[in-house]
């Protein structure tokens, strides 16, 4: 069964501080996806990337960048010079190949606080 | 591009009631996924529907449903209300079932239970 674990439950770091959070997954498929999505105090989740488990390409995008190690099953996701506007909770979720649907299996989420 | 609406958005039941909430997808989109989000369990997929047919469910009772009319628009019901069913509900749409199309969530509705 898939499994997605983020073990940092809550980082504070004050403006313009890099962070990462991290991500660590389970899975027996050999296809699979991986996405990270934010939750801010409103409630609703933004959808920030989508990595297929076949590209272990690492993008750059603004001031996020994510980092996709298969050999270590990691999924990790930096912010640099983080904004207070970053201040969210974020998920890490898995989906398995399309046998599984749309069905997403989220992590426990990372509360990030940046403070002025 | 209208977003992911949910309708209600806040709503408070008595236990042993029955709630419908309702979730019309991104124009386009084919298919809408229901989720669960407690304090305690976290989110938790409830169910997936595509072309009006269930595609997937998750592991909660037979007290949860939902359907899929043909306009993709999407309801999902919970009868015999019971206080831990108090949560955020969240629909997710996307434009064709499949793990490899990114899921674009809608704000929620707000279920209290008392």
């Known amino acids: 069964a898939q499994k997605v674990t983020q073990a940092q439950t809550e980082i504070s770091v004050v403006e313009k501080e890099d962070v990462t959070l991290d991500c660590v997954y389970e899975?027996?498929?050999?296809?699979?996806?991986l996405f990270w999505y934010k939750q801010p105090p409103s409630g609703e989740l933004v959808f920030l990337i989508r990595?297929?488990?076949?590209?272990?390409q690492n993008e750059i995008s603004g001031r996020y960048s994510w980092n996709f190690q298969k050999s270590t099953s990691s999924f990790n996701f930096t912010i640099t010079a983080s904004q207070v506007v970053d201040s969210a909770v974020y998920f890490c979720?898995?989906?398995?190949?399309?046998?599984?649907?749309?069905?997403?299996?989220f992590g426990e989420g990372t509360q990030l606080t940046v403070n002025p | 591009k209208a977003g992911v609406t949910q309708t209600p958005r806040y709503l408070i039941k008595t236990r042993g009631q029955q709630v419908t909430l309702s979730c019309s997808p991104i124009?386009?989109?084919?298919?809408v996924s229901w989720y669960q989000q407690t304090p305690g369990q976290g989110l938790q997929f409830l169910f997936e529907?595509?072309?009006?047919?269930?595609?997937n469910k998750g592991n909660f009772p037979g007290r949860f449903s939902g359907r899929q009319f043909s306009n993709s628009r999407s309801e999902m019901n919970v009868s015999t209300l019971e206080l831990g069913d108090s949560a955020l509900y969240l629909c997710?749409?996307?434009?064709?079932?499949?793990?490899?199309?990114?899921?674009?969530f809608g704000p929620g509705t707000r279920l209290t239970v008392t």
């Open positions: 997710a749409s996307s434009l064709v079932t499949g793990g490899n199309y990114e899921q674009y």
């Open positions: 899975t027996r498929d050999t296809t699979y996806y």
């Open positions: 124009s386009g989109h084919r298919s």
């Open positions: 990595r297929n488990s076949f590209d272990e």
């Open positions: 979720a898995l989906s398995e190949r399309e046998t599984s649907g749309s069905r997403l299996t």
């Open positions: 529907y595509f072309s009006e047919t269930q595609r």
